[in-house]
């Protein structure tokens, strides 16, 4: 046996002997139900221990053996998978869905729907010239809002005392971009007007969405918004600073938590997105905790993130998960901070890492031993995977790094734009996905150390870093390559 899994035997072993009532469910504080301990941290109020939230969106169908699409049409299935994420995680807080193409399959967006994660948006109505107005109403009434609340009423009924229910709404700069597609980075410079008038009414959705999660339980609002990660801190202070801020007011004036939520490398987005209304900022593991604690506690607010979906929770061990939750706790200060994964579970995620990762926050004599037992396996080299001979040929690869393009709105729209590009220049290029949620994926992020995702690399070179370029940009950077290659 190597000296790494005598170590993991180990610290299960000794896991089992300080702290026997981890095996059968949460360490209890006396008087405070995880629920309590969850808000109170939310509103960066000390609390006994961190809260801890896995963000069981599509995943709750895995747990109950139902394909994604069937999950989120179903609120019979939405109840069973989050009673049974309930019953394996032992969580403070839930959401009811992790779905961010609901306001916009309202709106008029067609749909891709999968087995193994949310839908996807298709079509983006603004970008053929139709206006706001006459786009359809937003009604809580409309789509799958009916089902989403039901299953909300239905669970707040079961666990609701003692675990807190999220809602989660779609981001307006996000829904924006739903709606408008690619072109909106574009008008952010030739139509100024047009967009920030679109990201208002965006916001304005998403009061009418707040409202309806508030109106049937939910304890916590959360507004998810990853492609806030793909702008300047100019144009998020221009665009989406006040019409998030006027989201988040309305939320706090109905006696609610409202919290931000981006995926994605939003780094240097941190301070104005704490600048915002909102109550606190949660983030991917693409952002230095650190830092972001810095950052949130300087403002008064509270912070969550950034636990390792793929590398750690989905494709690693217990010992990983365990490993890394420890880590983020040490990080994150006693006060305000909530252990969570960066996104969305992904769907095939091993229950029993993420069981792993939340007993590092609800049972301190566990966390003590992953300390004692902090063993770092050897990095895996992926010498397996092979690359392309870049420098051969005259055809140019664009390697696409994504979490993945279906299920992930940052990843889909960095895919469109490579696919986009590579149709206008025309023979000569050829577009890879490499989803790191699969090893492949992962080996090529590792080997052509691309750093963050989504990431595009031009032959073998990480050319835009979690950054969407616009069309003529990214056209341009594959034709010079193009022509490198055909002249030298």
Not at 139 to 168: H, M, W, Y
Not at 213 to 222: K, L, Q
Not at 332 to 353: H, K, M, Q, V, W
């Amino acid at each position: 046996m190597s000296l790494l899994r005598m170590l993991q035997a180990m610290e299960g072993a000794k896991t089992a002997q300080l702290c026997p009532q981890s095996l059968t469910g949460r360490a209890i504080i006396l008087g405070k139900s995880g629920k309590d301990i969850l808000l109170s941290a939310l509103r960066n109020e000390p609390t006994e221990r961190p809260g801890w939230v896995p963000f069981v969106g599509c995943h709750g169908g895995a747990l109950i053996g139902a394909a994604a699409d069937d999950y989120l049409r179903s609120p019979d299935l939405i109840v069973q998978g989050l009673l049974k994420a309930n019953e394996l995680y032992q969580p403070d807080g839930l959401p009811i869905t992790f779905d961010l193409q609901a306001e916009a399959e309202i709106l008029g967006c067609e749909l891709r729907w999968a087995s193994d994660g949310p839908p996807s948006v298709a079509s983006h109505p603004l970008a053929n010239g139709m206006a706001i107005d006459d786009l359809p109403a937003f009604s809580a009434d409309a789509g799958r809002f009916p089902v989403t609340l039901e299953a909300l009423r239905q669970v707040k009924a079961q666990i609701g005392d003692t675990v807190a229910l999220f809602g989660l709404i779609c981001g307006p700069f996000t829904l924006a971009l739903h709606l408008l597609g690619n072109n909106i980075f574009l008008d952010m410079f030739d139509d100024e007007e047009g967009v920030r008038g679109l990201v208002e009414y965006c916001a304005r959705v998403g009061m009418q969405a707040a409202d309806a999660y508030i109106d049937n339980g939910a304890d916590v609002v959360a507004v998810v918004d990853p492609m806030v990660s793909q702008i300047s801190p100019g144009h998020f202070t221009q665009f989406v600073s006040g019409p998030a801020s006027s989201l988040f007011d309305h939320i706090r004036g109905r006696d609610t938590v409202a919290t931000l939520f981006c995926c994605g490398d939003a780094t240097r987005n941190l301070e104005v997105m704490a600048d915002t209304t909102c109550d606190g900022v949660f983030v991917d593991e693409n952002v230095d905790l650190s830092l972001l604690r810095e950052i949130a506690q300087a403002r008064g607010k509270s912070y969550g993130g950034n636990l390792q979906l793929t590398v750690v929770l989905l494709l690693g061990s217990e010992a990983d998960a365990r490993r890394a939750a420890a880590n983020c706790i040490d990080i994150g200060d006693s006060r305000g901070y909530i252990l969570a994964p960066g996104c969305d579970l992904p769907y095939d995620t091993p229950p029993e890492n993420v069981a792993a990762a939340g007993r590092m926050a609800l049972d301190e004599y566990a966390r003590q031993v992953a300390r004692e037992t902090l063993v770092e396996a050897d990095a895996e080299s992926f010498d397996d995977i092979a690359l392309p001979d870049y420098e051969s040929g005259d055809t140019v690869i664009v390697d696409v790094i994504t979490l993945d393009s279906s299920t992930c709105a940052p990843c889909q729209y960095m895919m469109d734009a490579a696919r986009r590009a590579a149709k206008e220049i025309g023979s000569g290029v050829v577009v890879n996905e490499h989803k790191i949620t699969r090893r492949e994926g992962l080996g090529v992020f590792c080997r052509l150390n691309a750093g963050h995702v989504p990431t595009i690399c031009i032959d073998g070179k990480p050319t835009f870093i979690s950054i969407i370029p616009d069309g003529p940009q990214l056209v341009n950077a594959i034709r010079e390559r193009l022509e490198e290659k055909r002249t030298g």
